[in-house]
Protein backbone atom coordinates (compact mmCIF):
# COMPACT_ATOMS: atom_id res chain seq x y z
CA UNK A 1 0.00 0.00 0.00
CA UNK A 2 1.08 3.44 -0.91
CA UNK A 3 2.54 5.41 2.06
CA UNK A 4 0.55 8.61 2.18
CA UNK A 5 3.28 11.77 3.72
CA UNK A 6 1.87 14.77 4.93
CA UNK A 7 1.98 17.45 7.69
CA UNK A 8 -0.34 19.78 10.10
CA UNK A 9 -3.32 21.35 8.94
CA UNK A 10 -3.36 25.03 7.28
CA UNK A 11 -0.26 23.84 5.70
CA UNK A 12 2.33 26.62 4.84
CA UNK A 13 5.41 26.06 2.80
CA UNK A 14 7.56 23.30 5.23
CA UNK A 15 4.06 21.20 5.47
CA UNK A 16 3.57 21.88 1.55
CA UNK A 17 7.21 21.04 0.57
CA UNK A 18 8.48 18.71 3.23
CA UNK A 19 5.82 15.80 2.08
CA UNK A 20 7.19 15.84 -1.25
CA UNK A 21 10.97 16.11 -0.20
CA UNK A 22 10.02 12.77 1.81
CA UNK A 23 8.14 11.13 -0.91
CA UNK A 24 10.55 11.82 -3.44
CA UNK A 25 13.72 10.05 -0.78
CA UNK A 26 10.86 6.98 -0.14
CA UNK A 27 9.59 6.32 -3.73
CA UNK A 28 13.40 7.12 -5.89
CA UNK A 29 15.97 6.37 -2.56
CA UNK A 30 14.61 3.90 -0.76
CA UNK A 31 12.34 2.30 -3.06
CA UNK A 32 8.83 2.50 -1.16
CA UNK A 33 5.69 3.80 -2.89
CA UNK A 34 5.00 6.85 -1.49
CA UNK A 35 3.10 10.04 -1.93
CA UNK A 36 2.69 13.41 -0.72
CA UNK A 37 -0.84 14.92 1.00
CA UNK A 38 -2.18 17.86 2.26
CA UNK A 39 -4.32 18.66 4.72
CA UNK A 40 -5.61 21.06 3.49
CA UNK A 41 -5.60 24.44 0.46
CA UNK A 42 -1.86 25.66 0.70
CA UNK A 43 -1.20 28.91 1.60
CA UNK A 44 -0.41 31.64 -0.65
CA UNK A 45 3.87 30.89 -0.04
CA UNK A 46 3.43 27.42 -0.73
CA UNK A 47 1.48 27.75 -3.84
CA UNK A 48 4.34 29.79 -4.72
CA UNK A 49 6.57 27.62 -4.09
CA UNK A 50 4.64 24.71 -6.56
CA UNK A 51 4.52 27.19 -8.98
CA UNK A 52 8.16 28.11 -8.89
CA UNK A 53 9.63 25.21 -8.72
CA UNK A 54 6.90 23.27 -11.00
CA UNK A 55 5.82 20.72 -8.32
CA UNK A 56 2.52 19.03 -8.67
CA UNK A 57 0.06 20.07 -5.91
CA UNK A 58 -0.36 17.25 -3.77
CA UNK A 59 -3.80 15.68 -3.12
CA UNK A 60 -5.53 17.23 -0.48
CA UNK A 61 -7.42 14.53 2.06
CA UNK A 62 -9.43 15.46 4.87
CA UNK A 63 -8.20 11.77 6.73
CA UNK A 64 -6.88 8.92 6.62
CA UNK A 65 -8.02 5.38 6.49
CA UNK A 66 -7.31 2.84 9.51
CA UNK A 67 -4.04 1.29 9.19
CA UNK A 68 -3.10 3.78 6.02
CA UNK A 69 0.56 3.74 6.11
CA UNK A 70 1.66 6.95 6.80
CA UNK A 71 4.21 9.41 7.49
CA UNK A 72 4.14 12.18 9.62
CA UNK A 73 6.18 15.49 9.06
CA UNK A 74 6.57 19.38 10.55
CA UNK A 75 4.31 18.08 13.39
CA UNK A 76 3.83 15.79 16.25
CA UNK A 77 0.80 17.17 17.52
CA UNK A 78 -2.39 14.93 16.97
CA UNK A 79 -4.48 18.60 17.30
CA UNK A 80 -3.12 19.53 13.72
CA UNK A 81 -3.56 15.72 12.04
CA UNK A 82 -6.77 14.18 11.17
CA UNK A 83 -8.80 12.47 13.96
CA UNK A 84 -7.97 8.96 13.51
CA UNK A 85 -4.26 9.48 13.39
CA UNK A 86 -3.38 7.00 16.16
CA UNK A 87 -5.51 4.27 13.83
CA UNK A 88 -3.87 4.82 10.77
CA UNK A 89 -0.09 2.95 10.70
CA UNK A 90 2.20 5.46 11.66
CA UNK A 91 5.85 4.92 9.75
CA UNK A 92 7.75 7.97 10.58
CA UNK A 93 7.35 11.02 12.31
CA UNK A 94 10.16 14.06 11.58
CA UNK A 95 9.90 17.00 12.85
CA UNK A 96 11.27 20.14 14.42
CA UNK A 97 8.32 21.41 17.34
CA UNK A 98 8.39 19.90 20.94
CA UNK A 99 6.84 16.83 22.01
CA UNK A 100 3.33 17.51 22.46
CA UNK A 101 2.16 14.04 23.85
CA UNK A 102 -0.87 12.36 22.38
CA UNK A 103 0.54 10.12 19.36
CA UNK A 104 0.35 6.66 19.48
CA UNK A 105 2.02 4.22 17.62
CA UNK A 106 1.52 0.38 17.86
CA UNK A 107 5.21 -0.46 17.51
CA UNK A 108 8.78 0.94 17.62
CA UNK A 109 8.84 3.18 14.49
CA UNK A 110 11.18 5.72 13.00
CA UNK A 111 10.89 8.82 15.11
CA UNK A 112 13.45 12.10 14.18
CA UNK A 113 12.80 15.42 15.78
CA UNK A 114 15.62 18.40 16.05
CA UNK A 115 15.69 21.58 17.30
CA UNK A 116 16.00 22.79 14.00
CA UNK A 117 14.11 26.31 12.27
CA UNK A 118 12.50 23.87 9.65
CA UNK A 119 11.60 20.25 8.80
CA UNK A 120 13.51 20.32 5.36
CA UNK A 121 16.90 21.02 6.83
CA UNK A 122 16.64 17.74 9.26
CA UNK A 123 15.57 15.70 5.72
CA UNK A 124 18.88 17.52 4.10
CA UNK A 125 20.58 15.82 7.04
CA UNK A 126 18.91 12.74 7.17
CA UNK A 127 18.90 12.29 3.30
CA UNK A 128 22.70 12.78 3.18
CA UNK A 129 24.84 12.77 -0.28
CA UNK A 130 21.49 11.19 -1.96
CA UNK A 131 20.08 13.99 -2.28
CA UNK A 132 22.83 14.58 -5.48
CA UNK A 133 20.11 12.63 -7.26
CA UNK A 134 17.08 14.93 -6.45
CA UNK A 135 15.81 16.67 -9.09
CA UNK A 136 16.22 20.60 -8.90
CA UNK A 137 12.41 20.39 -7.69
CA UNK A 138 13.11 19.00 -4.80
CA UNK A 139 16.21 20.84 -3.92
CA UNK A 140 14.51 24.03 -4.60
CA UNK A 141 11.38 23.23 -2.32
CA UNK A 142 13.95 22.55 0.49
CA UNK A 143 15.38 25.71 0.63
CA UNK A 144 11.94 27.10 -0.11
CA UNK A 145 11.00 25.51 3.14
CA UNK A 146 13.74 26.99 5.19
CA UNK A 147 13.79 30.63 3.85
CA UNK A 148 10.26 30.09 4.81
CA UNK A 149 10.61 29.07 8.38
CA UNK A 150 13.59 31.09 8.69
CA UNK A 151 12.10 34.44 7.46
CA UNK A 152 15.36 34.47 5.54
CA UNK A 153 17.17 33.88 8.37
CA UNK A 154 15.49 36.57 10.53
CA UNK A 155 13.69 34.43 13.15
CA UNK A 156 15.63 33.92 16.52
CA UNK A 157 14.69 29.49 15.27
CA UNK A 158 17.54 29.84 13.17
CA UNK A 159 20.26 27.60 13.14
CA UNK A 160 23.70 27.33 11.85
CA UNK A 161 22.72 24.23 10.35
CA UNK A 162 19.39 25.79 8.75
CA UNK A 163 21.71 28.61 7.26
CA UNK A 164 24.38 26.49 5.94
CA UNK A 165 22.03 23.56 4.29
CA UNK A 166 20.19 27.21 2.67
CA UNK A 167 23.27 28.56 1.45
CA UNK A 168 24.31 25.11 -0.47
CA UNK A 169 21.06 24.30 -1.86
CA UNK A 170 21.13 28.28 -3.13
CA UNK A 171 24.68 27.88 -4.64
CA UNK A 172 23.92 24.21 -6.33
CA UNK A 173 20.69 25.88 -7.80
CA UNK A 174 22.23 29.18 -8.99
CA UNK A 175 19.40 31.10 -6.76
CA UNK A 176 19.85 34.51 -5.12
CA UNK A 177 18.55 34.02 -1.68
CA UNK A 178 17.64 37.65 -1.09
CA UNK A 179 15.70 38.21 -4.90
CA UNK A 180 14.11 34.57 -4.47
CA UNK A 181 12.85 35.36 -0.44
CA UNK A 182 11.69 38.77 -1.93
CA UNK A 183 9.53 36.67 -4.06
CA UNK A 184 8.24 34.36 -2.20
CA UNK A 185 7.33 36.60 0.95
CA UNK A 186 5.46 38.99 -1.54
CA UNK A 187 3.21 35.78 -2.00
CA UNK A 188 2.76 35.28 1.51
CA UNK A 189 1.64 38.88 1.82
CA UNK A 190 -0.83 38.45 -0.57
CA UNK A 191 -3.97 37.73 1.08
CA UNK A 192 -6.62 39.90 -0.17
CA UNK A 193 -8.17 36.57 -1.31
CA UNK A 194 -9.24 35.75 2.06
CA UNK A 195 -12.12 36.48 4.13
CA UNK A 196 -11.12 37.35 7.63
CA UNK A 197 -12.06 34.48 9.38
CA UNK A 198 -9.55 32.50 7.25
CA UNK A 199 -6.61 35.15 7.95
CA UNK A 200 -7.69 34.45 11.73
CA UNK A 201 -7.12 31.03 11.21
CA UNK A 202 -4.50 30.89 8.33
CA UNK A 203 -1.63 30.22 10.95
CA UNK A 204 -2.61 29.46 14.21
CA UNK A 205 -2.14 27.15 17.29
CA UNK A 206 -3.91 26.52 20.04
CA UNK A 207 -2.43 27.46 23.47
CA UNK A 208 -3.56 27.94 27.15
CA UNK A 209 -2.57 30.10 29.58
CA UNK A 210 -4.08 29.00 32.92
CA UNK A 211 -7.75 28.43 32.07
CA UNK A 212 -7.98 30.35 28.95
CA UNK A 213 -7.28 29.21 26.00
CA UNK A 214 -6.00 31.58 23.02
CA UNK A 215 -5.86 30.93 18.98
CA UNK A 216 -2.85 32.20 18.65
CA UNK A 217 -2.43 33.55 15.07
CA UNK A 218 0.57 35.16 12.69
CA UNK A 219 0.23 36.50 9.64
CA UNK A 220 3.86 36.91 8.55
CA UNK A 221 4.16 39.74 5.69
CA UNK A 222 6.33 42.03 3.63
CA UNK A 223 3.42 44.14 3.68
CA UNK A 224 1.59 45.10 7.24
CA UNK A 225 -0.04 47.60 5.99
CA UNK A 226 -2.43 45.58 4.09
CA UNK A 227 -3.64 43.74 6.88
CA UNK A 228 -3.81 46.54 9.36
CA UNK A 229 -6.05 48.10 7.23
CA UNK A 230 -9.08 45.20 7.42
CA UNK A 231 -8.29 45.38 11.36
CA UNK A 232 -11.84 46.51 12.37
CA UNK A 233 -13.25 43.71 10.48
CA UNK A 234 -10.43 41.44 11.62
CA UNK A 235 -11.32 42.49 15.49
CA UNK A 236 -15.09 42.22 14.71
CA UNK A 237 -14.68 38.00 13.57
CA UNK A 238 -12.79 37.29 16.41
CA UNK A 239 -15.58 36.59 18.51
CA UNK A 240 -17.07 34.61 16.40
CA UNK A 241 -14.45 32.39 15.20
CA UNK A 242 -13.44 32.09 18.86
CA UNK A 243 -16.37 31.09 19.29
CA UNK A 244 -17.03 28.56 16.78
CA UNK A 245 -13.42 26.83 17.44
CA UNK A 246 -14.11 26.88 21.30
CA UNK A 247 -11.49 29.27 22.44
CA UNK A 248 -11.66 32.05 24.69
CA UNK A 249 -9.64 34.69 22.35
CA UNK A 250 -7.71 34.89 19.02
CA UNK A 251 -4.72 36.85 19.21
CA UNK A 252 -3.67 38.43 15.86
CA UNK A 253 0.10 38.80 15.65
CA UNK A 254 1.10 40.65 12.46
CA UNK A 255 4.52 39.95 11.76
CA UNK A 256 6.68 42.65 9.85
CA UNK A 257 9.15 40.23 8.05
CA UNK A 258 11.75 43.22 6.67
CA UNK A 259 11.83 45.14 9.56
CA UNK A 260 11.25 42.37 12.75
CA UNK A 261 8.76 43.57 14.63
CA UNK A 262 5.05 42.56 15.24
CA UNK A 263 1.86 44.46 15.41
CA UNK A 264 -0.59 43.13 18.10
CA UNK A 265 -4.80 43.93 17.19
CA UNK A 266 -6.12 44.55 20.80
CA UNK A 267 -9.73 44.54 20.58
CA UNK A 268 -10.23 44.31 23.93
CA UNK A 269 -9.14 44.58 27.37
CA UNK A 270 -8.09 41.04 28.09
CA UNK A 271 -5.75 41.34 24.98
CA UNK A 272 -4.75 44.83 26.47
CA UNK A 273 -3.82 43.37 29.52
CA UNK A 274 -2.29 40.21 28.06
CA UNK A 275 0.06 42.59 26.03
CA UNK A 276 0.98 44.37 28.54
CA UNK A 277 1.99 41.65 31.17
CA UNK A 278 3.64 39.19 28.34
CA UNK A 279 5.31 42.14 26.69
CA UNK A 280 5.99 44.96 28.66
CA UNK A 281 4.30 47.27 26.62
CA UNK A 282 1.54 50.09 27.17
CA UNK A 283 -1.04 49.78 25.16
CA UNK A 284 -3.12 52.92 24.05
CA UNK A 285 -4.76 52.05 20.68
CA UNK A 286 -6.07 49.60 19.16
CA UNK A 287 -3.05 48.04 17.80
CA UNK A 288 0.62 47.76 19.52
CA UNK A 289 3.85 47.24 18.41
CA UNK A 290 6.28 45.06 19.67
CA UNK A 291 9.89 45.18 18.36
CA UNK A 292 12.16 42.41 17.25
CA UNK A 293 9.31 40.07 17.79
CA UNK A 294 8.99 37.64 15.04
CA UNK A 295 8.42 34.36 16.19
CA UNK A 296 5.72 32.59 17.93
CA UNK A 297 7.86 29.36 18.74
CA UNK A 298 10.42 31.29 20.76
CA UNK A 299 8.96 34.72 21.18
CA UNK A 300 5.24 34.62 21.68
CA UNK A 301 3.99 31.16 23.17
CA UNK A 302 7.22 31.29 26.13
CA UNK A 303 6.21 35.26 27.19
CA UNK A 304 2.17 34.71 27.17
CA UNK A 305 0.84 35.55 30.39
CA UNK A 306 -2.99 36.49 31.35
CA UNK B 1 24.25 21.87 35.70
CA UNK B 2 24.83 19.06 35.08
CA UNK B 3 22.73 16.60 33.00
CA UNK B 4 21.12 13.51 34.44
CA UNK B 5 21.50 10.38 31.89
CA UNK B 6 19.07 7.68 32.96
CA UNK B 7 16.91 4.70 31.49
CA UNK B 8 13.56 2.98 32.80
CA UNK B 9 12.86 1.87 36.35
CA UNK B 10 13.67 -1.84 37.13
CA UNK B 11 16.71 -1.18 35.18
CA UNK B 12 17.85 -4.09 32.25
CA UNK B 13 21.14 -4.21 30.97
CA UNK B 14 20.58 -1.70 28.03
CA UNK B 15 18.88 1.24 30.48
CA UNK B 16 22.12 0.58 32.89
CA UNK B 17 24.77 1.03 29.82
CA UNK B 18 23.01 3.18 27.71
CA UNK B 19 22.98 6.28 30.42
CA UNK B 20 26.73 5.59 30.84
CA UNK B 21 27.18 5.19 26.88
CA UNK B 22 25.79 8.52 26.30
CA UNK B 23 26.97 10.61 29.56
CA UNK B 24 30.53 9.26 27.88
CA UNK B 25 29.83 10.70 24.64
CA UNK B 26 28.26 14.34 26.32
CA UNK B 27 31.06 14.72 28.23
CA UNK B 28 34.13 13.74 26.43
CA UNK B 29 32.93 14.32 22.75
CA UNK B 30 30.02 17.49 23.34
CA UNK B 31 31.74 19.04 26.24
CA UNK B 32 28.51 19.17 27.91
CA UNK B 33 28.67 18.10 31.85
CA UNK B 34 26.54 14.97 32.39
CA UNK B 35 26.64 12.04 34.68
CA UNK B 36 24.58 8.47 34.10
CA UNK B 37 22.20 7.19 36.67
CA UNK B 38 19.64 4.74 37.44
CA UNK B 39 16.08 4.90 38.65
CA UNK B 40 17.04 1.54 40.70
CA UNK B 41 19.11 -1.71 41.78
CA UNK B 42 20.71 -2.55 38.26
CA UNK B 43 19.76 -6.80 37.34
CA UNK B 44 21.96 -9.03 37.76
CA UNK B 45 23.09 -9.01 34.03
CA UNK B 46 23.51 -5.36 34.34
CA UNK B 47 25.85 -5.81 37.50
CA UNK B 48 27.91 -8.65 35.89
CA UNK B 49 28.49 -5.76 32.66
CA UNK B 50 29.68 -2.75 35.05
CA UNK B 51 31.86 -5.42 36.88
CA UNK B 52 33.11 -7.17 33.75
CA UNK B 53 33.71 -4.16 32.27
CA UNK B 54 35.10 -2.07 35.11
CA UNK B 55 32.33 0.46 35.56
CA UNK B 56 31.25 2.53 37.70
CA UNK B 57 27.90 1.47 38.97
CA UNK B 58 25.51 5.15 38.54
CA UNK B 59 23.87 6.71 41.40
CA UNK B 60 20.79 5.19 42.29
CA UNK B 61 18.04 8.60 42.33
CA UNK B 62 14.23 7.90 43.11
CA UNK B 63 13.42 11.38 41.71
CA UNK B 64 14.21 14.37 39.63
CA UNK B 65 14.05 18.35 40.83
CA UNK B 66 12.05 20.69 38.26
CA UNK B 67 14.15 22.41 35.68
CA UNK B 68 17.15 19.74 36.06
CA UNK B 69 18.48 18.73 32.82
CA UNK B 70 17.41 15.35 31.73
CA UNK B 71 18.42 12.59 28.64
CA UNK B 72 15.88 9.77 28.70
CA UNK B 73 17.19 6.60 27.02
CA UNK B 74 15.82 3.41 26.44
CA UNK B 75 11.99 4.35 26.82
CA UNK B 76 9.51 7.11 26.43
CA UNK B 77 7.03 5.74 28.57
CA UNK B 78 6.21 8.51 31.72
CA UNK B 79 5.12 5.27 33.65
CA UNK B 80 8.36 3.72 33.52
CA UNK B 81 9.85 7.09 34.59
CA UNK B 82 9.99 9.75 37.78
CA UNK B 83 6.71 10.67 38.42
CA UNK B 84 7.52 14.75 37.76
CA UNK B 85 9.64 14.05 34.64
CA UNK B 86 7.63 16.37 32.62
CA UNK B 87 8.64 19.56 34.80
CA UNK B 88 12.42 18.27 34.10
CA UNK B 89 13.99 20.08 31.70
CA UNK B 90 14.54 17.26 29.09
CA UNK B 91 16.94 17.54 26.49
CA UNK B 92 16.72 14.73 24.51
CA UNK B 93 15.38 10.96 24.21
CA UNK B 94 16.92 8.40 22.51
CA UNK B 95 14.89 5.15 22.28
CA UNK B 96 14.06 2.22 20.47
CA UNK B 97 10.48 1.45 21.47
CA UNK B 98 6.71 2.41 20.29
CA UNK B 99 6.09 6.13 21.06
CA UNK B 100 3.50 6.08 24.07
CA UNK B 101 2.08 9.29 24.37
CA UNK B 102 2.69 11.13 27.60
CA UNK B 103 5.92 12.68 27.42
CA UNK B 104 5.72 16.56 26.68
CA UNK B 105 8.42 19.20 26.20
CA UNK B 106 8.69 22.48 26.94
CA UNK B 107 10.51 23.73 23.53
CA UNK B 108 12.14 21.62 20.41
CA UNK B 109 14.69 18.96 21.43
CA UNK B 110 16.58 16.45 19.98
CA UNK B 111 14.29 13.29 19.67
CA UNK B 112 15.68 9.65 17.96
CA UNK B 113 14.00 6.72 18.09
CA UNK B 114 14.32 4.03 15.79
CA UNK B 115 12.97 0.33 15.78
CA UNK B 116 15.94 -1.66 16.77
CA UNK B 117 16.59 -4.19 18.95
CA UNK B 118 18.87 -2.08 21.16
CA UNK B 119 19.09 1.77 22.16
CA UNK B 120 23.21 1.36 21.98
CA UNK B 121 22.78 0.28 18.73
CA UNK B 122 21.12 3.60 17.85
CA UNK B 123 23.69 5.54 20.08
CA UNK B 124 26.73 3.44 17.91
CA UNK B 125 25.10 4.88 14.90
CA UNK B 126 24.19 8.59 16.57
CA UNK B 127 28.22 8.60 18.07
CA UNK B 128 29.83 7.62 14.59
CA UNK B 129 33.40 7.69 13.95
CA UNK B 130 33.90 9.41 17.68
CA UNK B 131 33.53 6.07 18.73
CA UNK B 132 36.75 5.43 18.20
CA UNK B 133 37.81 7.63 21.07
CA UNK B 134 35.91 5.65 23.61
CA UNK B 135 37.75 3.44 26.25
CA UNK B 136 37.06 0.22 26.00
CA UNK B 137 34.50 0.12 28.76
CA UNK B 138 32.40 2.08 26.71
CA UNK B 139 32.20 0.11 24.02
CA UNK B 140 31.81 -3.08 26.36
CA UNK B 141 28.59 -2.08 27.65
CA UNK B 142 28.05 -0.74 24.36
CA UNK B 143 28.13 -5.02 23.08
CA UNK B 144 26.66 -6.08 26.38
CA UNK B 145 23.55 -4.08 25.86
CA UNK B 146 23.14 -5.88 22.18
CA UNK B 147 23.93 -8.91 23.35
CA UNK B 148 20.92 -8.66 25.71
CA UNK B 149 18.51 -7.03 23.89
CA UNK B 150 18.72 -9.51 21.28
CA UNK B 151 19.28 -12.45 23.31
CA UNK B 152 22.57 -13.09 21.15
CA UNK B 153 20.40 -12.18 18.35
CA UNK B 154 18.14 -14.74 18.94
CA UNK B 155 15.28 -12.48 19.35
CA UNK B 156 13.14 -11.69 16.93
CA UNK B 157 13.54 -7.63 17.51
CA UNK B 158 17.00 -8.66 16.32
CA UNK B 159 18.18 -6.43 13.37
CA UNK B 160 20.81 -6.63 10.45
CA UNK B 161 22.07 -3.14 11.82
CA UNK B 162 22.35 -4.87 15.67
CA UNK B 163 24.06 -7.65 14.37
CA UNK B 164 26.64 -5.83 12.24
CA UNK B 165 27.21 -3.01 15.40
CA UNK B 166 27.44 -6.04 18.43
CA UNK B 167 30.19 -8.43 15.73
CA UNK B 168 32.23 -4.86 14.95
CA UNK B 169 32.30 -4.07 18.38
CA UNK B 170 33.22 -7.63 19.45
CA UNK B 171 36.26 -7.75 16.83
CA UNK B 172 37.84 -4.57 18.18
CA UNK B 173 37.26 -5.27 21.51
CA UNK B 174 38.49 -9.28 21.04
CA UNK B 175 35.50 -10.59 22.39
CA UNK B 176 34.12 -13.96 22.35
CA UNK B 177 30.35 -13.48 21.94
CA UNK B 178 29.18 -16.97 22.39
CA UNK B 179 31.53 -17.20 25.11
CA UNK B 180 30.62 -14.11 26.96
CA UNK B 181 27.00 -14.13 26.20
CA UNK B 182 26.96 -17.22 28.11
CA UNK B 183 28.23 -15.46 31.09
CA UNK B 184 26.17 -12.94 30.80
CA UNK B 185 22.94 -14.85 31.00
CA UNK B 186 24.26 -16.94 33.15
CA UNK B 187 24.79 -13.75 35.68
CA UNK B 188 20.67 -13.01 34.35
CA UNK B 189 19.58 -16.38 35.92
CA UNK B 190 21.06 -16.41 39.04
CA UNK B 191 17.88 -15.18 40.67
CA UNK B 192 18.78 -16.58 44.12
CA UNK B 193 18.99 -13.88 45.83
CA UNK B 194 15.53 -12.10 44.84
CA UNK B 195 11.97 -13.14 46.27
CA UNK B 196 9.18 -13.92 44.07
CA UNK B 197 7.52 -10.51 44.52
CA UNK B 198 11.28 -9.52 43.14
CA UNK B 199 11.14 -11.24 40.27
CA UNK B 200 7.53 -11.13 39.11
CA UNK B 201 8.12 -7.06 38.99
CA UNK B 202 12.00 -7.55 37.53
CA UNK B 203 11.26 -6.69 34.20
CA UNK B 204 7.56 -6.48 33.56
CA UNK B 205 5.32 -3.90 32.00
CA UNK B 206 1.77 -2.74 32.35
CA UNK B 207 -0.38 -3.90 29.39
CA UNK B 208 -4.27 -3.45 28.91
CA UNK B 209 -6.06 -5.60 27.20
CA UNK B 210 -9.81 -4.25 26.77
CA UNK B 211 -10.64 -3.78 30.61
CA UNK B 212 -8.47 -5.90 31.94
CA UNK B 213 -4.54 -4.84 33.05
CA UNK B 214 -1.70 -7.30 33.18
CA UNK B 215 1.58 -7.06 34.59
CA UNK B 216 3.05 -8.57 32.07
CA UNK B 217 6.48 -9.99 33.74
CA UNK B 218 9.01 -11.81 31.48
CA UNK B 219 12.34 -13.79 33.14
CA UNK B 220 15.19 -14.48 30.18
CA UNK B 221 16.93 -17.01 31.68
CA UNK B 222 19.60 -20.30 30.95
CA UNK B 223 18.41 -21.83 33.56
CA UNK B 224 14.42 -21.91 33.37
CA UNK B 225 14.25 -25.02 35.94
CA UNK B 226 15.84 -22.84 38.70
CA UNK B 227 12.88 -20.39 37.94
CA UNK B 228 10.18 -23.35 37.91
CA UNK B 229 11.61 -25.32 40.91
CA UNK B 230 9.67 -21.84 42.47
CA UNK B 231 6.59 -21.76 40.64
CA UNK B 232 4.13 -22.47 43.42
CA UNK B 233 5.37 -19.90 45.86
CA UNK B 234 5.40 -17.23 42.57
CA UNK B 235 1.49 -18.21 41.74
CA UNK B 236 0.49 -17.54 45.33
CA UNK B 237 2.58 -14.13 45.10
CA UNK B 238 0.62 -12.79 42.07
CA UNK B 239 -2.87 -11.88 43.75
CA UNK B 240 -1.12 -9.55 46.25
CA UNK B 241 0.92 -8.32 43.77
CA UNK B 242 -1.24 -7.79 41.62
CA UNK B 243 -3.34 -6.23 44.23
CA UNK B 244 -0.61 -3.82 45.03
CA UNK B 245 0.16 -2.90 41.85
CA UNK B 246 -3.56 -2.26 40.97
CA UNK B 247 -3.87 -4.62 37.82
CA UNK B 248 -6.07 -7.37 37.11
CA UNK B 249 -3.54 -10.43 36.73
CA UNK B 250 0.42 -11.04 36.84
CA UNK B 251 1.69 -13.01 33.71
CA UNK B 252 4.74 -14.55 34.06
CA UNK B 253 7.09 -15.97 30.72
CA UNK B 254 9.84 -17.48 31.57
CA UNK B 255 11.95 -17.30 28.50
CA UNK B 256 14.72 -20.27 27.82
CA UNK B 257 17.17 -18.20 26.26
CA UNK B 258 19.19 -20.53 24.94
CA UNK B 259 16.28 -23.47 23.70
CA UNK B 260 14.19 -20.12 22.24
CA UNK B 261 10.84 -21.41 23.84
CA UNK B 262 8.76 -19.72 27.22
CA UNK B 263 6.63 -21.35 29.96
CA UNK B 264 3.87 -18.95 31.42
CA UNK B 265 2.77 -20.15 34.58
CA UNK B 266 -1.02 -20.62 34.44
CA UNK B 267 -2.34 -20.03 38.26
CA UNK B 268 -6.26 -19.91 37.30
CA UNK B 269 -9.03 -19.88 34.84
CA UNK B 270 -8.47 -16.53 33.38
CA UNK B 271 -4.49 -16.72 32.51
CA UNK B 272 -5.68 -20.52 31.37
CA UNK B 273 -7.97 -18.76 28.85
CA UNK B 274 -5.68 -16.32 28.17
CA UNK B 275 -2.91 -18.84 27.18
CA UNK B 276 -5.38 -20.66 25.04
CA UNK B 277 -6.81 -17.75 23.33
CA UNK B 278 -3.49 -15.84 22.15
CA UNK B 279 -0.98 -18.97 21.75
CA UNK B 280 -3.47 -21.51 20.61
CA UNK B 281 -2.09 -23.94 23.17
CA UNK B 282 -4.23 -26.64 25.05
CA UNK B 283 -3.64 -26.04 28.73
CA UNK B 284 -3.93 -28.92 31.06
CA UNK B 285 -1.18 -28.32 33.89
CA UNK B 286 -0.05 -25.09 35.78
CA UNK B 287 2.46 -24.17 32.88
CA UNK B 288 2.38 -24.50 29.37
CA UNK B 289 5.52 -24.14 27.28
CA UNK B 290 5.34 -22.03 24.02
CA UNK B 291 7.66 -23.16 21.70
CA UNK B 292 9.26 -20.14 19.78
CA UNK B 293 8.17 -17.33 21.87
CA UNK B 294 11.01 -15.33 23.11
CA UNK B 295 10.09 -11.18 22.72
CA UNK B 296 6.94 -10.18 25.00
CA UNK B 297 7.55 -6.96 22.64
CA UNK B 298 7.07 -8.70 18.91
CA UNK B 299 5.50 -12.07 20.37
CA UNK B 300 3.21 -11.60 23.55
CA UNK B 301 2.21 -8.27 23.53
CA UNK B 302 0.88 -8.39 20.08
CA UNK B 303 -0.37 -11.76 20.65
CA UNK B 304 -2.68 -10.77 23.91
CA UNK B 305 -6.11 -11.99 24.17
CA UNK B 306 -8.77 -12.24 26.66
New interface residues.
Given amino acids: MTTLVFGHKSPDTDSTGSPIIWAWYLNEIKGEAAKPALLGEPNTEAAFMLEHWSLDKPEIIDGVAADQPVVIVDTNNPAELPAGINDAD ?1 RA ?1 ID ?21 ACTATLMYKMIGSELGRAPDGVKGAMLSCILSDTLEFRSPTTTDEDKAVAHALADELGVDIPAFAEKMFAAKSDVSAFSDAALLRMDSKEYGVGDTKFRVSVLETTSPGTVLDRKESLMDTMGPVATEDGVDQVLLFVVDILNEEATLLVPNDLVKSVAEKSFGVDVSGDTVVLPGVVSR ?1 KQII ?1 ALKV
Avoid: N, Q, S
Fill in positions: IIHHKLVGGLETKGPIDIRIEPLKP
